[in-house]
């Protein structure tokens, strides 16, 4: 094991054995293994967008077995998905790559102001399917927030009781704040905040703009001088909010874009000190071998 990845297992010296031998897992596992560093892909949108939306501009990926083979050739850390993408393939590449499995998700055919996702599997599913960790998405900002707060603090304990290590999508959303605040740059550290409070090992947020959302807050940032001019910038300041760097912040791709505008932001990730992107329908909306081309390229970024 090298030296860096017994440094981030440091972090984690409250959990246990099992929590912290997957969390070697992933970051030992694929190209990036042994040097801290994430790319991991993640399946969830079928569930969250829908199918046509998701897999119609590549039509191999309505498959599961595509993401399975798509990340394992890649060379990713973890691969993640809801309940149905993994159960349909787990059998068939056991042991080939770490699994987090989608505990909770949320749906666009009733698409409300303060959304509040479903949980679609369990910690016993997870077991069952050999996963190395469970995920699961909270909504700051939602009115529905307290009870997904309170869903992931009961999931994450008994994960973490079966040795599984707590993957947490933190995207604020809901009535609370504007389509902006979003991904500003106060609200995303604070989500990284809550997530690394409710005790996650691996949290995702979204890459924070410039944007400032609370007036109480700007001030702060305006007294202060806290740099947030350019991505690299606020990257580190994201993760320097989940304890001062000791909990493991990914980044998110979004929606499909040019490889350039992929990579700009990656090289933004890297800069600040993030610690990978979880890449999702950059990846599997292109043809296999651009996609490919195009993870190596973001996986060369991370080893510089």
Known sequence: ?????????????????????????MCNHGKLGGTGKFVILPVDQGFEHGPARSFAPNPPAYDPRYHFQLAIDAGCNAYAAPLGFIEAAAAEFAGEIPLILK??????????KDPAPSVTGSVKDALQLGCAAVGFTIYPGSSQAKSMYQELRAIAEEAKAHGLAVVVWSY??????????????D?????????????ANIIKVKPPTEHIEQPEAKKVYESAK????????????????????????IFSGGAKESDEQLLSTVRGIQAGGGFGSIIGRNSFQRPKDQALKLLSAVMEIYRS
């Open 226 to 249: 806290i740099p947030i001019g350019s991505l690299a910038d606020r990257i580190h300041h994201v993760v320097q909010s989940a304890f001062d760097g000791r909990r493991i912040v």
């Open 1 to 25: 094991m090298t030296k860096r990845v017994r440094e981030i297992l440091s972090w984690y010296d409250s959990e246990n054995a099992g929590v912290r031998s997957n969390l070697a897992r």
């Open 172 to 185: 604020p959303r809901g009535s609370g704040i504007s389509k902006a605040g979003e991904t500003a740059i």
């Open 187 to 199: 609200v995303v550290a604070y989500a990284a905040q809550i997530a690394a409070q409710l005790g």
């Open 103 to 112: 505990l909770n998700n949320h749906e666009l055919l009733y698409d409300e």
